[in-house]
C-alpha cells in the first residue's frame, strides 16, 4: 500500500495484470474522495434499490442483513478488537435493544406515527442496552481476559433467562407481530453511523486509551490513562450499536424470542469479526460481508453448508491467524490528521537514521 | 429426606460437569487455550457409546472403553491439525478455530443424526431404597466411576513424570523442552486425558438422559466451561470443586423455586463469586509484569 513506487518502477516492463490491478487499488484506496463517492453511491442506491427493485427481494433482504451484520462486527470489534478482552457476551445486548425498540413501537408509540418514531424505538433500544452493559463493565475493571469472557458469557445466560421468565413480553415464546419497519435507507443510514462514530472513537483521545489497554492495562494506567473511564465508555458505545442492530434485525425478521440471541448468534458474531481482522474497521465490514454472503451462496449445499462453513474458518485461521486484514486498516478510515501525523513521524525517523549512519 | 435425595442428584450431575470441566481446565492450564471444542467432544463421546450400543450391542464396559479411546483419539488429532500450527499465533485466532472446530463437530453430527436419538440402556436398572431415599445402580457407578477417575488424574498429575512434565509447562514453556522433555508429545498426552474424561462424562450422561442431540455439547460444555472457572480455571482441584458447586447450585434452584429460574440465579451467582474472587475459588492472581 505504500512502498510500491521504486517496486513498480524496477519491474514496469515485467509486470502483468495482477500488478496493474495492484496499481489500481492502491490508486483507489489511496484517494480520500473516493469514500464520499462510495457514500453518495451507496446512498442513491439504498433508496433506489427497494423503489425500482432493481434486485429480487431476497437479494434485498441479504443486503439488510449485511448492514446489520456490520454494525454487529464492528460494535464488538472495539471490545474484542481494540481493546483485547473477549466478549461472548454481544447477542446479550443485541436482544435487550431488540425487546425495547419493538416493545416501544408495540405499544408505547403511537400507532399511526410508527414510521416517523422508528428511529427514535431504535436508538432507544441502543441506549437501553449502553445502559445495560454497564454491568458487564464495572466487573472488567478488576478482571481480564477470560474471566472477563465468562462475565459476559453469564450476562448473555442472564439476559436470555430474563427475558424468558417475564411472560408480559412473550416469556420463551418471544415476540411476534412486529411491523416491518426496517427498511434499506434505514440500514444504510445506521451503518455509516455506527461506522463514523466508532472511527471517530477509535481516534479519539478515549480511543488511544483503548488501544494502550490493550497493549497494556498496567503501563497504560501509569501513563495516567483513566481506564475505568475508557472501558466504561468501550463497552457503552459497543453495546449501544448492538442494540441499534438488535432493533433493526427485529423490525427486519419480525418476530423475536430469546432462543434467536442465544450463544449460536454470539459466536456468529465473533467469527466475523475474527475473519475479518481484529483491530481494522475495514476488516470488520470485509469479514461481516464475507460472511452473510458465503452463508447465502452455500445454501444450496443443504446441511452441509453448515459443515463447510467451520471448516472454512479453521482453515483461515491456520493460514491466516490474524484474519483477512490483520491489524491493517483501509486508509478511508484513518483520520487525514493521522495520516499526516505518520508521515511526519516516518520523515523525522528517516532523518534520524540518515543522522545516526553518518 | 427430600434433601439428602437431591444431595445424590448433586454428586451425579456435579460429577459429569466435573469430568468436563475437568478437560478445560488441563488445557487451559497447559497451553493457555480455551478449547471450545469440548463440549462437543463430549457430545461425540455420548453418539459413539449410542452409535456402538446400538449397531454392535456390546456391553456397558467395551462400550464406555470405545467412546474413550475413540473421542481421545479424535481430541489428540485437532490438538495437532487444528491447535499446534496456530501454537505461536495470537491467542485469539487459536480460540476460534476452538470455535470452528466445534461447529464443525456438531454440524457434523447434525448431517447424520438430524432428530434427537434413544440410547439404549445399558446397565441394569437396580433402584435401592434406603428408608425413603431410592439411589439407582446408575447413580452409584456415576459418581464412584468419576470420583475413581479424578483420583487417577490427581495422582498422576502429582506422582508421575508426565505430570511433573505438565505442570512444569504451565509454569514455563520455555525453559522446559531445555530439560529434555518433549513439550509436543506432553501436550497430547494431556488432551488425550482431557477428552477420554469428556467421552467418559458423555457416556454417563447419556447414559443418565437417554434422549442425545447434537446441541447437548454447547448446553453441558458451557456449563463445565464455567465450572472449571468459578473453581479457578488451570487448577484441577478447582475444576472439580466448581463442578459440584454448579450442580448444587442448579439442583437445589430447580428444587425450591420454579425450574425457569435455574439460569437467572445460577449465572447472577457466578457474577457475585466473580466479582469477590475474581480468579476463581482456588485460583490465584497472576502477576501482571510490565
Redo the contacts between chains.
Keep these: 500500500m505504500k512502498i510500491t513506487k521504486v517496486k513498480t518502477e524496477e519491474k514496469s516492463n515485467a509486470r502483468g495484470v495482477a500488478w496493474y490491478l495492484r496499481d489500481r487499488w492502491e490508486a483507489i484506496a489511496n484517494n480520500r474522495l473516493m469514500l464520499p463517492i462510495l457514500l453518495m453511491v451507496g446512498f442513491v442506491l439504498s433508496f433506489g434499490i427497494p423503489q425500482f427493485n432493481l434486485v429480487n427481494p431476497y437479494v434485498q433482504i441479504i443486503i439488510m442483513y449485511i448492514g446489520i451484520n456490520i454494525i454487529l462486527t464492528t460494535s464488538l470489534n472495539i471490545v474484542?478488537g481494540y481493546m483485547g478482552e473477549?466478549s461472548i457476551g454481544h447477542a446479550g445486548f443485541m436482544a435487550v435493544g431488540a425487546y425495547v425498540s419493538s416493545l416501544l413501537i408495540l405499544y408505547v408509540f403511537p400507532r399511526s406515527l410508527v414510521f416517523l418514531f422508528f428511529p427514535l424505538g431504535v436508538i432507544a433500544g441502543g441506549v437501553v442496552a449502553a445502559l445495560v452493559s454497564l454491568?458487564v463493565a464495572i466487573?472488567s475493571f478488576?478482571?481480564r481476559g477470560?474471566?472477563l469472557?465468562?462475565?459476559t458469557?453469564?450476562?448473555l445466560?442472564?439476559v436470555?433467562?430474563?427475558l424468558?421468565?417475564i411472560s408480559a413480553i412473550g416469556g420463551p415464546r418471544g415476540i411476534v407481530g412486529i411491523d416491518k419497519l426496517t427498511t434499506m435507507p434505514w440500514v444504510f443510514f445506521f451503518t455509516v453511523l455506527s461506522l463514523w462514530v466508532i472511527r471517530n472513537f477509535i481516534h479519539s483521545n478515549y480511543g488511544r486509551g483503548v488501544l494502550s489497554i490493550r497493549e497494556?492495562?498496567?503501563?497504560s494506567r501509569?501513563m495516567s490513562v483513566n481506564t475505568r473511564q475508557v472501558k466504561f465508555l468501550a463497552f457503552a458505545v459497543s453495546s449501544f450499536f448492538a442494540g441499534v442492530a438488535g432493533a433493526l434485525f427485529a423490525h427486519l425478521l419480525q418476530f423475536i424470542s430469546p432462543r434467536v440471541f442465544d450463544?449460536?448468534k454470539s459466536?456468529d458474531i465473533?467469527?466475523m469479526v475474527?475473519l475479518g481482522g481484529?483491530g481494522s474497521i475495514a476488516g470488520s465490514i470485509l469479514g461481516a460481508t464475507i460472511y452473510t454472503v458465503l452463508l447465502e451462496v452455500l445454501r444450496p449445499l443443504g446441511?452441509?453448508r453448515?459443515?463447510l462453513?467451520?471448516?472454512l474458518?479453521?482453515f483461515l485461521?491456520?493460514y491466516r491467524?490474524?484474519?483477512i486484514m490483520g491489524l491493517r486498516e483501509l486508509r478511508w478510515f484513518v483520520p487525514i490528521q493521522d495520516l499526516k501525523f505518520v508521515k511526519r513521524w516516518r520523515r523525522k525517523k528517516v532523518v534520524n537514521d540518515a543522522n545516526s549512519a553518518s | 429426606m427430600y434433601i439428602i435425595q437431591q444431595l445424590i442428584n448433586v454428586l451425579q450431575l456435579g460429577s459429569v460437569y466435573a469430568l468436563i470441566a475437568l478437560g478445560y481446565t488441563m488445557v487451559?492450564g497447559i497451553i493457555r487455550l480455551?478449547n471450545f471444542a469440548h463440549g462437543d467432544l463430549f457430545m461425540v463421546g455420548a453418539f459413539i457409546s449410542f452409535i456402538v450400543a446400538t449397531y454392535l450391542k456390546l456391553p456397558f464396559i467395551p462400550t464406555l472403553l470405545i467412546s474413550m479411546t475413540a473421542v481421545a483419539m479424535l481430541g489428540v488429532s485437532i490438538e495437532r491439525l487444528?491447535y499446534r500450527?496456530?501454537r505461536q499465533?495470537?491467542r485469539?485466532?487459536?480460540?476460534?478455530?476452538a470455535?470452528?472446530?466445534?461447529?464443525?463437530l456438531e454440524?457434523?453430527i447434525?448431517?447424520f443424526y438430524?432428530y434427537p436419538q434413544s440410547v439404549p440402556i445399558l446397565l441394569p436398572t437396580i433402584v435401592w431404597n434406603l428408608g425413603g431415599i431410592s439411589i439407582s445402580f446408575l447413580q452409584v457407578l456415576i459418581i464412584g466411576l468419576s470420583l475413581f477417575l479424578m483420583l487417577i488424574l490427581d495422582l498422576i498429575v502429582r506422582h508421575t513424570m508426565v505430570g511433573m512434565a505438565m505442570r512444569a509447562i504451565s509454569l514455563n514453556k520455555t525453559i522446559v523442552p531445555l530439560m529434555g522433555v518433549s513439550v509436543d508429545k506432553i501436550i497430547s498426552i494431556t488432551f488425550a486425558l482431557g477428552t477420554g474424561l469428556a467421552a467418559v462424562a458423555g457416556v454417563m450422561y447419556s447414559q443418565a438422559f437417554p434422549v442425545i442431540d447434537p446441541y447437548i455439547g454447547?448446553l453441558i460444555g458451557?456449563q463445565a466451561?464455567?465450572c472449571a472457572?468459578v473453581g479457578g480455571?488451570g487448577n484441577i482441584r478447582g475444576a472439580m470443586l466448581g463442578g459440584f458447586i454448579l450442580a448444587a447450585v442448579q439442583i437445589m434452584v430447580v428444587a425450591f423455586l420454579p425450574s425457569?429460574?435455574?439460569?437467572?440465579v445460577?449465572?447472577?451467582l457466578?457474577?457475585v463469586i466473580?466479582?469477590f474472587r475474581?480468579?476463581?475459588i482456588l485460583g490465584k492472581p497472576s502477576m501482571?509484569k510490565?
Excluded: H, Q
Design positions: 474484542n473477549f454491568i466487573p478488576k478482571t477470560d474471566y469472557a465468562i462475565i458469557l453469564a450476562f445466560f442472564i436470555k433467562s430474563v424468558e421468565n497494556d492495562e498496567v503501563a501509569l450463544v449460536l459466536t465473533l467469527i475474527y481484529i446441511m452441509f453448515m459443515v462453513m467451520p471448516l474458518l479453521v485461521m491456520l491467524p490474524r484474519g | 487451559y480455551i487444528a500450527p496456530l499465533a495470537p485469539m485466532s487459536a480460540v476460534i478455530t470455535l470452528g472446530v466445534g461447529l464443525f454440524n457434523l447434525l448431517v438430524p454447547i458451557w466451561f464455567i472457572v480455571i425457569t429460574y435455574r439460569d437467572f445460577t449465572f447472577t457466578l457474577l466473580l466479582s475474581p480468579y476463581g501482571e510490565v
